[in-house]
């Protein structure tokens, strides 16, 4: 093997957790190499932020550059279904933090957190794609095709894995594992929503139940520029009567009657995408010389929009526990890694598995709602899923379903 890049710190991947944790790193002293395989601007989905992650966003000396891009303002969630709706304000909630937060184009979103990355120092890569990873000398190695077709050999001191779907280090290594979630597909797209109804509020994501079938879900996600992300989720037999995705998703809408009155004008003016089997899970999240970040990892499911956040939050927690090896610190990637990580996660888990039980919208359906209560849901879904301050977070499980009997 010749010509080996040498780099401290290399990561696959400069969505949300790649650039974070190489801006944050970098900021560290370390030098931080990000490969990514394509040319941003690109399209991802993943549109909808929580506000837990603008802390991230500051802890990474990127807030400035997001709060000045001009994206949409986002204060909170709304949920319909059928005449019934409920909204959540995060600015309402339990837990300290920042309380808004933006609905973004992910093109222009991601290459803007890599752009600051960029400005802080990190070298990123671009249309480089992680092929193969060996980890088993002293130092991990990595194959890398640049976009001429040729084979490239980089070396680490150690690895971030931050490809998101791409999931490159549990195909490797063999590390994924089940979910326990059924295959989902959602229907999406970006349209000129043309909403002229000065009830409905642009600050806020907006969920939607199917008026049929209960664990059929719709997201609107309006943009600053007059557009919208529409999308519907579904396992995907419920798809078998359509054979497009553009009709599908348009009858879809058409099926509920305050999407179609919304959306009546809007253009569809963008081809529909479809994602099948999102729903992803790993054996372990680190091993020696590398660690697994954001949907590397393990990837929920979008109804809460927890995913950047997860994503994020990961970024910090590996900056950390890496900055204090590389001080020769003693670290244990389970307890300061894996552990925390996981106590977010499964704060999601609780009310993911509720969303598609019904019982989450018989909680907040309900029409006797308690202010303090619905503040402290109002944290989690502002995506403070790690604040042990919250009753609803410390014994996340135990205390939803006390909830969601009483509300029954
Ligand atoms: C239907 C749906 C809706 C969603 N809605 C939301 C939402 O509203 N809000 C939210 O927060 N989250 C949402 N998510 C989740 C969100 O998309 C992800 O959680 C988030 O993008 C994860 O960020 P990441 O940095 O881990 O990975 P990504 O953003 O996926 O970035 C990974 C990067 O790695 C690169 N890459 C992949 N393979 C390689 C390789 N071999 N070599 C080099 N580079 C590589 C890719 O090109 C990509 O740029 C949604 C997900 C789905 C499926």
């Keep these: 093997m010749t010509n080996n890049q040498l780099c401290k710190v290399l990561i696959i991947g400069a969505g949300p957790s790649g650039s974070i944790a190489g801006a944050l790193l970098q900021n560290k ?5 990000i490969l990514e395989r394509q040319q941003f601007p ?9 506000p837990q992650c603008m802390e991230f966003i500051k802890q990474a000396g990127m807030m400035e550059a997001v709060v000045n891009a001009g994206f949409q303002y986002k204060n ?3 949920f319909v279904y059928k005449n019934q709706q409920t909204e959540f304000s995060f600015e309402d909630k339990f837990s300290e933090g920042i309380g808004t937060t933006f609905q973004v184009q992910r093109g222009k979103f991601d290459k803007l957190l890599a752009d600051e990355a960029v400005r802080m120092g990190v070298d990123i890569q671009w249309q480089m794609e992680v092929l193969t990873a060996d980890f088993s000398g002293d130092k991990p190695k990595l194959t890398v095709r640049n976009q001429q077709g040729e084979i490239l050999y980089y070396e680490a001191d150690f690895v971030l894995d ?28 970006h349209i000129e929503d043309r909403i002229n109804d000065n009830q409905f509020d642009r600050n806020k994501i907006r969920i939607t139940v199917h ?9 609107l996600i309006p943009f600053s520029n007059g557009r919208s992300s529409v999308g ?17 998703l348009k009858d879809i809408i058409n099926q509920d009657p305050s999407l179609r009155r919304l959306l009546k004008n809007g253009v569809f003016d963008e081809k529909i995408n479809t994602i099948i089997g999102y729903s992803a899970n790993v054996k372990s ?25 997860i994503a994020m939050k990961s970024a910090t927690l590996v900056a950390d526990i890496l900055d204090r090896q590389f001080k020769n610190e003693a670290v244990d990637w389970d307890k300061d890694y894996a552990a925390p990580l996981q106590r977010g996660v499964d704060t999601f888990r609780v009310y993911v598995d509720a969303w598609y039980d019904g019982r989450f919208q018989d909680v907040i359906f309900h029409q006797n709602q308690k202010p303090e209560i619905k503040a402290m849901i109002s944290s989690i879904l502002a995506g403070y899923a790690w604040d042990e301050q919250n009753p609803y977070v410390k014994n996340a499980r135990a205390r939803f379903n006390t909830l969601a009997e009483l509300c029954r």
């Design 42 to 50: 690109r399209f991802s989905i993943g549109e909808s932020l929580l």
């Design 76 to 78: 909170g969630a709304s």
């Design 232 to 248: 519907v989720v579904a396992e995907p037999s419920f798809y078998s009567a359509w054979d497009n995705n553009d009709t599908a």
């Design 29 to 33: 002293g370390y030098q931080v190499t």
């Design 285 to 309: 999240l680190y091993g020696k010389g590398y660690a697994l970040l954001g949907n590397a990892g393990e990837f929920l499911d979008p109804v809460f929009s927890s995913g950047v956040t």
């Design 211 to 219: 008026p049929g079938v209960k664990d059929v879900w719709y997201w």
């Design 162 to 189: 931050a490809s998101g779907f791409g999931r490159i280090l549990p195909k490797l290594l063999d590390l994924e594992s089940p979910t326990g979630f059924p295959v989902r597909q959602a229907l999406f797209g």
